[in-house]
């Protein structure tokens, strides 16, 4: 089902805002090197989200954080990892020392031929929900790339002196499909990748309404006059998607109008999430270099919006969006970013993905022996990064270990700006100098 969205138009990134994107220290993560152990031996892991509560708060069923992350065999050439991604889980007390739990959601119970990026919601009666993109259809004998909003629920979290497992049965079901008008279907479809995906679990703390945002593309007829008529431009038209619950059921959606598009901008804006602080709503997603339109520049980064309420006038982050990238001679060495709010900053978490490489495409690590492409990708966890927040703007603050993702209690250490960032004045609402 749709509902008329609540405003006017939708707000858009746009090409002038985009055209300001450039590699700022504050914004630049630096040099990852390979940990001295993975967060799995024995699978390659990549894009990872927490277990949260109905209200966005993480979840410590237990005392245990849990995460979730797309996985596959170690042995898998890593370029092969997304046509049998599975979905596993790990715990951690620490939230440093994570402990493998198993797969999440069986693939021969799940709809699509695999399963892609989610979410994950504990509800307030130990209800488990676990959000996926049905990727594919079950049973097929070659890949297609049908996407899907899905969802698992029925489970419940167990936890005992010796560790926390996830327990069915779990009934799946699909809860929604791009419908045409507001989201591109794959008939639609002329751009280089098709999306509709990554259902993310939102409660707005304003008014405890209940959304689902994910990523689509916008439908551009052919003739249109976006983007002035270039054709070349309308092709990327990536879009941040919600669909809202009337009745607070978490598998009962219906679509509503996007919450922001980048049509002539860039076709991808993928994992979608809010972090809500002082009534400011900081809307987050990862893009790739390749997904811009011709005429403008990105990078593999993180890029965020802020809004005074959810379905506001998003604007860049930073003037251009740009919010965390890789170093340029690194472009590639993490991606698929994750934010959450740890007490005044903000926590970064994403994968460790291809390292000592320095080539313009990550297409070109199809032209490595394989035995090069298995050592240079990290497949774990990448290290956390610390942001500073305020006033429009964010910038870098400091670096954590690979996977430590800290609990509510802990305390961070104290960042010396002049020596590793550059010089700040106070610690919020200014400039990178």
Not at 246 to 252: E, K, R, S
Not at 366 to 373: F, G, R, V, W
Not at 389 to 410: A, K, M, N, S
Request: proline share 6%; aromatic share 12%; hydrophobic share 30%.
């Amino acid at each position: 089902m749709t509902e008329q969205t609540p405003g006017s138009a939708t707000p858009a990134w746009t090409r002038d805002q985009a055209a300001t994107i450039t590699r700022r220290d504050d914004a630049t993560a630096p040099i990852i090197y390979p940990p001295a152990s993975t967060t799995d031996s024995e699978n390659h892991i990549w894009d990872t989200w927490l277990l949260r509560e109905r209200d966005g708060s993480i979840a410590t069923p237990g005392g245990y954080r849990v995460i979730f992350c797309l996985s596959a065999s170690a042995e898998l050439l890593p370029g092969k990892r997304h046509d049998v991604a599975t979905i596993r889980y790990y715990y951690s007390k620490d939230g440093e020392q994570w402990n493998r739990g198993g797969v999440a959601v069986e693939p021969d119970e799940a709809f699509g031929s695999r399963q892609w990026a989610g979410s994950a919601m504990l509800d307030d009666d130990g209800t488990c929900y676990l959000y996926y993109t049905a990727a594919g259809e079950s049973g097929e004998d070659e890949l297609t790339y049908t996407q899907r909003l899905a969802c698992a629920s029925g489970g419940t979290v167990e936890t005992s002196g010796q560790g926390l497992s996830l327990q069915g049965p779990w009934e799946h079901e699909i809860l929604a499909e791009p419908d045409g008008e507001w989201y591109e279907t794959e008939d639609q479809s002329r751009g280089m990748i098709y999306t509709f995906r990554d259902p993310w679990f939102f409660e707005d703390p304003a008014d405890g309404e209940t959304y689902l945002l994910f990523e689509a593309n916008t439908p551009v007829p052919e003739g249109s006059d976006a983007c002035g008529g270039d054709a070349a431009q309308q092709e990327f038209n990536g879009s941040i998607g919600i669909a809202h619950s009337p009745t607070g059921d978490p598998t009962d959606w219906n679509l509503q109008g996007p919450l922001l598009d980048a049509v002539g901008v860039n076709q991808e804006l993928e994992r979608p999430h809010i972090v809500v602080d002082d009534g400011q709503y900081y809307l987050f997603t990862a893009s790739h270099v390749h997904t811009f339109a011709p005429g403008l520049s990105g990078y593999d980064a993180l890029y965020g919006f802020v809004a005074d309420d959810l379905r506001g006038e998003y604007e860049p982050l930073n003037g251009s969006g740009l919010v965390l990238t890789n170093p340029a001679n690194a472009p590639f060495q993490a991606y698929s970013w994750m934010v959450y709010q740890h007490r005044d900053e903000l926590l970064v978490t994403s994968f460790f993905n291809y390292y000592d490489f320095d080539r313009p495409s990550l297409d070109d690590v199809a032209l490595l022996p394989e035995n090069e492409q298995m050592r240079r990708f990290g497949g774990t966890l990448a290290p956390t990064v610390r942001l500073g927040f305020g006033d429009g703007e964010t910038w870098l603050r400091g670096v954590l270990d690979h996977g430590h993702l800290p609990t509510e209690d802990e305390e961070l250490p104290p960042v010396e700006f002049a020596e590793r960032y550059g010089t700040r004045e106070e610690e919020s609402g200014y400039s990178y100098r």
